[in-house]
């Protein structure tokens, strides 16, 4: 069961004495093609599981670098069955590393729950995160996802009390992913001492790994984060790679630049653990 994959990957990292490393990209940014080599320069790079962005038209969660990022995946005509296209090709040749689909509800619903969770598992996709479907309002997602072993991975944040913890955790699997700071992705940075109490508070609650991101871009502040988390969750600053690729016209930088920064973070994420 795909759920299953994403335990294995944490219990890995755990015999290893760190955090997981999540590396998250833009489907379709700059194409198709070169997200596949990066998702494939990644997970040589250390990366333990990777989120794959699907481009939506009003992604309110996203700051500007992943906004961009879903521009130019549209622009490039990218669809939600073009995204899980990508992730299928991948599994052809992966059958370990988890994927999770990152995401809004809009195209799903568009595409009809029932459809996507069929074409989902085909695909080989381990867990999605639909970042406007709060708890009351996702079983017609959950449901048809659960069926095939698929997790919904839900959202906390500093703010989330232990009463909302518990709505949150209800239902979710694979791992809670926990919001640093309040805002939108690549903004600030988080201050790893004061979010930790609600790290441990989200993992007792949910009894699942709980993994840090938003505002983590370099390997010191992922070290910092690993200590405190089961996992550490980075966006910005790999489809910023992306972006750049595109501007010079080089797309075959963007793996290698993403391979590299994922490199420098797995790295540091195991030193964090000596």
């Known amino acids: 069961m795909p759920t299953s994959r994403i335990s294995a990957r944490f219990e890995k990292a755990r015999t290893e004495s760190r955090a997981a490393l999540v590396a998250y990209l833009m489907a379709g940014d700059p194409d198709l093609e070169t997200s596949f080599q990066a998702m494939c320069a990644l997970r040589d790079n250390g990366a333990d599981i990777i989120e794959l ?90 449901t048809p996802l659960s069926a095939h072993g698929i997790s919904v991975i839900r959202l906390a944040t500093p703010t989330t009390t232990p009463e909302r913890m518990k709505t949150v955790a209800e239902g979710a699997s694979g791992f809670l992913y926990f919001v640093s700071v309040t805002g939108v992705t690549g903004a600030g940075a988080a201050d790893p001492a004061a ?18 991101g938003f505002g983590v871009r370099t390997g010191d502040q992922a070290a910092e984060m690993a200590k405190i988390a089961d996992g550490v969750v980075v966006g910005s600053a790999f489809v910023d790679h992306a972006a750049k690729a595109l501007e010079s016209g080089r797309f075959a930088d963007a793996p290698v630049g993403m391979g590299r920064l994922a490199r420098e973070l797995s790295e540091a994420i195991a030193g964090a653990a000596s």
């Open 53 to 142: 962005g699907a481009p939506f038209t009003d992604p309110m969660a996203d700051g500007p670098s992943i906004q961009l990022a879903g521009q130019r995946s549209l622009a490039a005509g990218t669809t939600l069955t073009d995204v899980l296209a990508l992730a299928r090709r991948f599994r052809e040749s992966d059958q370990d590393t988890p994927l999770i689909l990152m995401g809004y509800a809009n195209p799903v619903h568009h595409m009809g729950y029932g459809a996507f969770a069929d074409a989902a598992a085909t695909a080989g996709i381990d867990g999605v995160i639909s970042v406007d479907l709060p708890p009351e309002e996702d079983a017609p997602l959950r």
């Open 195 to 212: 979010i930790a109490p609600k790290i441990e508070m989200a993992r007792t609650i949910s009894g699942l790994p709980v993994c840090v």
